[in-house]
């Protein structure tokens, strides 16, 4: 069995967030538990590329790597050499093959789609996030509707769907009925060595946003919840984005006299990513859709509690298993919420020792990759 991993972007472009570096963390499973796998991507790095030879291997984290040029730049990534490269590579395959596409709305995955439909190759379409009913409303949404229209329905019937969480299952099912679908988390690149820390609380609550800095975020509720609060916090925000919008945020802070309080510490890397996660009471990620949201694993893996809207697709685990809070993402509601929690801060202190050891269990890598093998496995079988 061979599996071709298909998507416009792969490490080191982290400026296109989680998702890249989940599709990047499946593939360097799949490949150390003796999966013959292969990514086939482009050399998008937002506005800039990658500095790859392109049309040839790479291995990044032992897996070998296809880096091909683009023609088109964000979000549409048209690249011819990488899909003749897959055309040559189903023609001259011999094993059982199985293509997994990352993400949807960009010409890598419709055009290497369309031609596995043609080529009668099983598709696996993980779409991460890119077909919830947000997606559809929000950018380029004239565009989408008639490529779904025209195009887009038939090629995602032919697939058999990968969702990352309930909810986005639900919001899949809601738009198409393919041929099959199944939930299995995100790989998530947790720390190797846990150290906790003894936590200093005092009467300052530390809040922290940690994600990419774009509208669909909804950086501006939590910003609107934390004007006039009747609650002592200092927030860290940790991202970055497109200079305009960032700019528009703030001005926000600045408009309501909040500076003293915001902190702006740009993107960190790996690094340092766990050590700010680990250094804060709270994260909180007020987003309009998430189909996921690595951020919120790698918070709690530290032992810190999060806060999260109730449109992010782990709010269903995070309220079963009383690791955090969510909210209806409304200012207001936050405000409440954050009132609450400030209240009665031992409830933080409870999570935070009692949350690494959780995750750890219920995202250990050996145990996901057996369900995305299996999945493969009964494609390979019965498609």
Not at 59 to 66: E, L, M, T
Not at 309 to 335: C, H, M, R
Not at 347 to 361: D, F, G, V
């Amino acid at each position: 069995m061979k599996i071709i991993q298909i998507s416009a972007s792969y490490k080191p472009a982290v400026i296109y967030g989680g998702p890249t570096m989940s599709v990047s963390k499946l593939s360097e499973q799949l490949y150390n538990n003796g999966i013959d796998t292969e990514v086939f991507t482009t050399l998008a790095n937002g506005k800039n590329e990658l500095t790859f030879p392109a049309g040839k291997i790479t291995w990044i984290d032992n897996v070998p790597v296809w880096f091909f040029k683009r023609l088109t730049k964000d979000h549409s990534h048209f690249s011819p050499s990488l899909l003749k490269h897959l055309f040559i590579t189903i023609s001259k395959n011999k094993k059982p093959l199985i293509i997994h596409i990352h993400a949807w709305w960009n010409l890598v995955s419709i055009l290497s789609c369309l031609l596995a439909k043609i080529k009668h190759v099983p598709v696996v379409l993980s779409p991460r996030g890119t077909l919830s009913s947000y997606s559809f409303s929000n950018k380029h949404n004239f565009f989408k509707k008639w490529i779904h229209r025209l195009a887009g329905k038939k090629l995602l019937s032919y697939c058999h769907f990968h969702a990352t969480s309930k909810q986005e299952k639900q919001e899949i099912q809601q738009l198409i009925l393919p041929k099959s679908i199944t939930v299995i988390p995100n790989f998530i690149n947790l720390p190797k060595h846990y150290k906790s820390i003894e936590n200093h609380q005092t009467d300052l609550l530390k809040l922290l946003y940690f994600s990419r800095i774009e509208p669909k975020k909804g950086l501006e509720i939590l910003l609107e919840a934390l004007d006039e609060i009747n609650v002592k916090y200092q927030l860290t925000i940790a991202g970055t984005g497109e200079p305009d919008y960032l700019n528009s945020l703030k001005k926000i802070v600045h408009k309501r006299s909040m500076e003293r309080f915001v902190k702006w510490i740009g993107f960190q890397h790996n690094d340092t990513k766990f050590e700010v996660l680990q250094t804060h009471d709270l994260l909180v990620l007020p987003s309009y859709n998430e189909n996921f949201g690595n951020v919120v694993i790698e918070s709690l893996s530290v032992g810190t509690p999060v806060l999260i809207s109730d449109q992010v697709g782990l709010a269903d685990y995070i309220k079963s298993e009383k690791l955090g809070w969510t909210f209806v993402n409304q200012p207001e509601k936050l405000q409440q919420q954050l009132q609450q929690i400030d209240r009665n801060r031992q409830w933080l202190e409870e999570i935070r020792l009692r949350a690494p050891k959780q995750i750890r269990q219920d995202f250990a890598d050996e145990i996901l990759v057996k369900r995305y093998i299996n999945l493969y496995q009964d494609l390979s079988f019965n498609d």
